[in-house]
């Protein structure tokens, strides 16, 4: 009965985790997908246990000890890092004299939009000058499904604004469609 069960339990959690850590939504929902990934890990331990598949067993014993340290490096650290710059972000907003701020986490996957609040794509990098590390431009990432037949494109910092929660382009529809498609090899 336990058993059979957890033959149930088991691959229904592992699927459901793969599919939350592989969707990338953030530090909590990654944390979580590592949750459930151990609730699956300890589900197959349990069909190895009943059925007498030792490998299974010492397999997902190891695999439950993984999980916990992607709960511990996603529901724990990473989640901390990710609300001390929404802190930061948001106390700088309070303060006039200084700048506001936007986390670097926030960015990377944040949504592109046109200045009518159209959708242009996701920031699928983020490019810093090493000198001065001041942003030398945002990869955006636009078209496609999945990320086949995506285009990517290098916007400068004077053709973007940054945010708390999506990044704007100071650029029409045009003049978007009209940029290069971003070619990394060329920046070497």
């Given at each position: ?39 699956g890990s ?47 972000a948001a ?88 940029l290069p ?8």
């Amino acid at each position: 009965m336990l058993g059979e069960a957890a033959g149930w339990v088991a691959p229904i959690a592992t699927a459901v985790a793969a599919i939350m850590t592989a969707a990338n939504l953030g530090a909590r929902i990654t944390g979580w997908g590592f949750v459930v990934f151990t609730i699956g890990s300890i589900g197959w331990s349990l069909v190895g246990l009943t059925s007498g598949q030792t490998n299974l067993v010492a397999t997902n014993a190891f695999l439950t000890i993984v999980n916990a340290l992607g709960v511990w490096r996603w529901l724990g650290r990473q989640a901390r890092y990710e609300d001390g710059g929404q802190i930061a972000a948001a106390a700088s907003k309070a303060m006039p004299s200084k700048p506001d701020l936007v986390a670097g986490a926030i960015v990377t996957g944040a949504e592109v939009r046109f200045p009518g609040g159209d959708r242009a794509g996701v920031v699928i990098e983020i490019m810093l000058e090493c000198e001065t590390a001041r942003l030398a431009y945002l990869v955006v990432g636009s078209g496609g499904v999945a990320g086949v037949g995506e285009r990517l494109r290098a916007v400068r910092p004077e053709q973007l604004e940054l945010c708390a929660d999506h990044v704007m382009l100071r650029l029409d529809h045009a003049s978007f469609e009209a940029l290069p498609d971003w070619q990394p090899e060329a920046e070497a």
